[in-house]
């Protein structure tokens, strides 16, 4: 029987998720199929148990549900522990146990360049969902320190606090500071959706030079203006798209027990930007 897969959240008109995991499943030839389901805010007790008639074989958990759904996993792994938060679930016989690829998935593309993260000192912009899972992912490498910039004071407080109770050293500033102490920090990540819709950069890139790994999330458009002008003043630079690959290649092999077509799935991801 055709194994049915999702990718649960609002807005998720736009997941590129679909795309990836159907080309994988067809490039292997499985009998699965993967669909976009919108749960609005509010109505994920009810979007879990349609999943659950259906007999889900398992799901990409995104905003806004990521920390939620926690509260309806019967397991769980250690990242997902970690984090508080998950965005792959999957159905072993009629339980959901919950994972967390976005650790994992943003570091592959560094280690894929061969840079370590130990001892080193980052700079993360940004403070929300997504910069819990980098902030986790800099504890397990044991990073020197991580110094968060956000625009809301208060998050960014919270979130040195989760770093410290890693047993990272953490400290925060504002966007402004930040811009002005790039030249400080051997990783820059963006964290925040900034760079998304307009050509903007959330920090000013001027003090950015070629020590700096200039890591941005955001995958849409591919070249932000923050990785533009990282690039020209001779920084490494990361793309958003690599840690999304990078991720759903996690959850795939989590849902399937095969290895992910990598070339398949890079193509097919590329080819819809
Ligand atoms: N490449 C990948 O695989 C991947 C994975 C996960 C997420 N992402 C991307 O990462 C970004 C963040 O995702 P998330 O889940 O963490 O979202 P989120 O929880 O909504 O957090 C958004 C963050 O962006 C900041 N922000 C939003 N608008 C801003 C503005 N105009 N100026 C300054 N800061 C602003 C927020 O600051 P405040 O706290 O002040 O509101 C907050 O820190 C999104 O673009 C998402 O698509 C990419």
Redesign the pocket.
């Known amino acids: 029987m055709t194994k049915t897969y999702a990718v649960i959240g609002d807005p998720i008109d736009h997941s590129l998720s679909p795309a990836i995991h159907n080309a994988a499943f067809a490039f292997l030839g499985l009998d699965c199929t993967y669909i976009a389901y919108r749960i609005p805010k509010g109505e994920l007790s009810e979007g879990i148990e349609s999943l659950k008639l259906i007999n889900i074989a398992g799901f990409n958990v995104t905003?806004p549900h990521k920390i939620e759904m926690m509260k309806f996993l019967d397991d769980m792994d250690e990242d997902c522990k970690t984090i508080g938060a998950t965005n792959t679930v999957n159905n072993e016989n009629g339980k959901f146990k919950g994972y967390n690829t976005?650790m994992d998935?943003f570091l592959e593309p560094i280690k894929q360049r061969n840079q370590s993260c130990k001892d080193s000192n980052v700079l993360l912009i940004?403070?929300?969902?997504?910069?819990r899972a980098i902030v986790a992912a800099f504890a397990k490498e044991k990073a020197h320190k991580i110094t968060v910039a956000?625009?809301?004071r208060e998050?960014a407080e919270e979130l040195v606090k989760f770093a410290n109770n890693l047993g990272l050293e953490s400290d925060h500033t504002d966007l402004v500071n930040a811009g002005n102490t790039t030249g400080n920090y051997k990783f820059i990540v963006n964290?925040?959706?900034?760079g998304?819709k307009n050509n903007t950069s959330?920090i000013s890139t001027r003090m950015i030079n070629k020590d700096c790994t200039v890591y941005d999330?955001?995958?849409m458009p591919v070249d932000t203006e923050l990785l533009e002008q990282s690039k020209k003043q001779g920084a490494t630079i990361i793309y958003?798209w690599e840690?999304?690959l990078a991720?759903a290649m996690r959850s795939f092999e989590i849902w399937t027990k095969r290895k992910a077509p990598y070339e398949a799935m890079k193509l097919t991801l590329l080819g819809r930007f």
């Not at 964290?191 to 900034?194: E, L, N």
Request: a positive charge; charged letters at 10%.
């Open positions: 905003i976005d998935g940004g403070a929300g969902g997504a910069a956000n625009r809301t998050k964290a925040t959706s900034v998304m959330p999330l955001v995958y958003g840690m999304l991720q």
